[in-house]
């Protein structure tokens, strides 16, 4: 079991708007501002999209944006196209030993 | 453009010790600015952090295997590898390597990753 938790999928159609959230405990997401987002394609290497909450990583467009309230993270993509069909992996810098954890996954369909 | 490349074994038998390195290109892996670290994935399953080392040779570990690990460094061949021991099948995952930069709390770029099953 993951230590963040993140819905197992989510669909939209293309040009939509998705938001897959990311909860976690103040000892991680609620207690830094230190959450980023991965995107991963079948096969691939995960992806940086966005890290400390909201900054977007070069590379990705002002699609997707990424905001936090309390101990839940969210990332959005709007004007979803067929490319942003993915996994995306949400993960936290968090004051236990473990130091990083991560979301399960969400599974991003467009439909 | 900085890439990282992970090899090793794609089979390791239970109770032996998994061992794989990954080659930084573009980059050194000296550098006082980054951090390099394990992450892995188990086969259908998420991400979960190994540890991580500096240049320097200091590192930090999961508490979940830090007792089977160790992450070392080879400065002359711009290498750090990873050695995991006592491998038992819920080590099966695909590996990857990846670098963080000191004072961010992200990994980028990764490497493409490489599938390590452990099987008699």
């Known amino acids: 079991q993951s230590a963040l938790t993140q819905p197992a999928s989510v669909s939209g159609s293309p040009g939509q708007s998705i938001t897959i959230s990311c909860t976690g405990t103040s000892s991680d997401v609620g207690g830094y501002d230190y959450v980023s987002w991965y995107q991963q394609h079948p096969g691939k290497a995960p992806k940086l999209i966005i890290y400390?909450?909201?900054n977007r990583s070069s590379g990705f467009s002002s699609r997707f944006s990424g905001s936090k309230s309390g101990n839940t993270a969210s990332l959005t993509i709007s004007g979803l196209q067929a490319e942003d069909e993915a996994d995306y992996y949400c993960s936290s810098y968090t004051s236990s030993s473990t130091n990083w954890v991560f979301g399960g996954g969400t599974k991003l369909t467009v439909l | 453009q900085l890439q990282l490349q992970e090899s090793g074994p794609g089979l390791v038998k239970p109770s032996e010790t998994l061992s794989l390195t990954c080659t930084v290109s573009?980059?050194?892996?000296?550098?006082?600015?980054?951090?390099w670290g394990w992450i892995r994935q188990p086969p259908g399953k998420g991400l979960e952090w190994i540890g991580s080392?500096?240049?320097?040779?200091?590192?930090y570990y999961n508490p979940s295997v830090k007792s089977r690990v160790t992450i070392s460094v080879d400065t002359s061949k711009n290498q750090f590898s990873l050695k995991l021991s006592s491998v038992t099948a819920a080590d099966t995952a695909v590996y990857y390597c990846?670098?963080?930069?000191?004072?961010?709390?992200?990994?980028?770029?990764w490497g493409q990753g490489t599938l390590v099953t452990v099987s008699s």
């Open positions: 400390d909450v909201s």
């Open positions: 990846a670098r963080r930069d000191l004072g961010e709390y992200c990994f980028d770029p």
């Open positions: 080392i500096y240049y320097s040779g200091s590192t």
């Open positions: 573009g980059d050194s892996i000296s550098s006082s600015i980054y951090y």
